[in-house]
């Protein structure tokens, strides 16, 4: 069974920085793209990035690029997605999730949720 | 980048209607295009992909249409299962975008 397991939710300050991860199992994690989504309170779903493991192959949308990194670890079947400096507008629920080449978002993590106020 | 149109916003149906949502892409994207469900608090759930394929385990009620840049997506005979958000995204390419997404209310 395909799996993607988020860590958990973060509350953080205005400036602080933040690195969330998304694991894997039940699949060739290396050979598979993850991609992070973005859910601001209230507010749709906005595609941020994604990056293949085996290669680390990353593409960003033109939204979020410079704004966050996104990294990965194939070694331990996870992926990262993190922030230098938060702002208050980070304030979101982010999902990972799983995509074959020229395939939509098949499998999904529970999401994890950051809190970012002063 | 490709951007996708979704319309309504929203629309209120009661069980049993028959309905319609509409996506729109700013190019052509094939049929490099899913459809998700949506509800509160949980992870999106894949329904349609390559604009007409069924996911395993979704009701037949759902379908999907069209190529290029005009899609649809039409519950048959709403049940109370299916009031949610749902988004369209595409996926042509590495760059993947969604729609605003329609959130499907009970009359």
């Known amino acids: 069974e395909v799996q993607l397991v988020q860590s958990g939710a973060e509350v953080k300050k205005p400036g602080e920085s933040l690195k969330i991860s998304c694991k894997g199992s039940g699949y060739s994690f290396s050979n598979n793209w993850i991609a992070w989504v973005r859910q601001m309170p209230g507010k749709g779903l906005e595609w941020m990035g994604i990056?293949?493991?085996?290669?680390?192959?990353?593409r960003y949308s033109p939204s979020f690029q410079g704004q966050v990194t996104i990294s990965a670890d194939k070694s331990i079947s996870t992926a990262y997605l993190q922030w230098g400096s938060l702002k208050a507008s980070d304030t979101a629920m982010y999902f990972c999730?799983?995509?074959?080449?020229?395939?939509?978002?098949?499998?999904w993590g529970q999401g994890t949720l950051v809190t970012v106020s002063s | 980048d490709i951007q996708m149109t979704q319309s309504p916003s929203t629309l209120s149906a009661s069980v049993g209607d028959r309905v319609t949502i509409t996506c729109r892409a700013s190019q052509s994207i094939s049929s490099w295009l899913a459809w998700y469900q949506q509800k509160p608090g949980k992870a999106p759930k894949l329904l349609i992909d390559?604009?007409?394929s069924l996911e395993s385990g979704v009701p037949s009620r759902f379908s999907g249409s069209g190529s290029g840049t005009d899609f649809t997506l039409t519950i048959s005979s709403l049940q109370p299962d299916d009031f949610a958000t749902y988004y369209c995204?595409?996926?042509?390419?590495?760059?993947?975008?969604f729609g605003q997404g329609t959130k499907l209310e009970i009359k």
């Open positions: 995204q595409q996926y042509s390419g590495y760059y993947h975008s």
């Open positions: 390559k604009a007409s």
């Open positions: 990056i293949y493991p085996s290669d680390s192959n990353i």
């Open positions: 999730a799983r995509h074959g080449d020229w395939e939509p978002l098949r499998n």
